[in-house]
Structure formats: structure tokens, C-alpha cells
């Protein structure tokens, strides 16, 4: 969890998705925002100054510029879409307002969805800590020590709020929404709607 976070219950089964929601927004879509332009930044840096005799910081760069392209769409996708839906199955179930079916079909459509871009998110990142060697730094107290030195802990405190980030959706906010709008629509389901599970997700992804 970053250190920006706000009040962090004990126990997320106790709080609503709302809460659960807003505090996903709140912490790690907001670190991921922050992050990104900074990393993209130190990135350039040190491919500007030790690219030349450190070929994978370019390979690093290009990878990181797909994953940033690809978590804005993500953050999007999930503020935009998936969660004003579920927010509002959760006001519909407590008022007992009848839900209707949103244009996605069902929310575990576009979950299967969030999952898959989880696990690719997981191996770019994977990648870019193999290119650099499990972030190996160089010795000594030259000034590409120090560069590299905040190059790789920025990538590992971005690493580490990803990991509670996706943990929160994928094994919290995922499985009680799919319950919820159970729960909210009863058995009138629509055609081809299947549980993603998020142990579907390949084990070499895994963050
Ligand atoms: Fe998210
Ligand atoms: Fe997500």
C-alpha cells in the first residue's frame, strides 16, 4: 500500500464496494498517476545519460511506455465503466430497486476483461525487472549508482502498490460484485456470462 492511502480498513469484507471503490480510486489509480509521469521521466534521464553502455534501459523504456499507455486506459475503463455500474447495483439492492442489465450483459463481461489486462500489466512488468537484472544497481557511489538507485526503488514502490492494487480488485472487489449483482438479478442472467475467477490468471504473470 502506498504511503498516500487513505484510512485503510482492517477487514474489506466489512465495507461496501462503494467504500472499496473510491479508496482504489483514491489510493492506487492516484499513485499510478502520479508515478507514471515520474518514472517516465527518470526512465528518459538515464537512457539519455548511460543508454549507450546500458542498452536494456531503451528495451526498459519501451516496454514502460506500453504499460503506461495501457494502465490509463485501464484506470478508464474501471472509473468510466465497471464501477459507477456496480455503485449503483448497490444502491438499486438496498433501496430493492429493480436492476437492469447494463450494455456489457453482465459484470463479469467486463471483469474477464480487467483480469486479462491485470495479467499482462503483471508480465510487462515481470519483463522490464528482468532487463534490468532483478534491478541490479552498479557499485560504488558514482552519480549512475545514485540515478539508477532512484530509477530502480521508484519502479519497486510502483511494483509493490500494482500488487495490492490488482490484489484489492481481483480478490476483493471482483468476487463481491459478481455476488452482488447475483445477489441483485436472481437467476434471470444473461446468456454466456461465466465466472473469470481470478485464479484463471496464468501463474508466470503474477506479480
Ligand atoms: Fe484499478
Ligand atoms: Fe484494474
Partial sequence: MNQNSPGTPANWDNVSLTELMDHIVESHHAFCRNELPKLDALLKSAVEKYGRGRPELKQMQAFFARVSKDLLMHLLKEEET??????????RLRQGIPVTWPRFGSVENPIRLLVEDHDHTGGMLQMIRRLSSGFA???????ESADLTALFDAFSAFERDMREHI?????????????LEKAACGA???PGSQQPGPN???DDQKL
Fill in 200 to 202: 484463471s490468471r496464468r
Fill in 188 to 190: 434471470g442472467r444473461p
Fill in 82 to 91: 465497471l464501477f459507477p455500474y456496480i455503485a449503483e447495483l448497490e444502491v
Fill in 137 to 143: 544497481l552498479p557499485g560504488g557511489d558514482s552519480e
Fill in 167 to 179: 490484489r484489492a480488485e481481483d480478490d476483493l472487489l471482483f468476487p463481491r460484485a459478481i455476488a
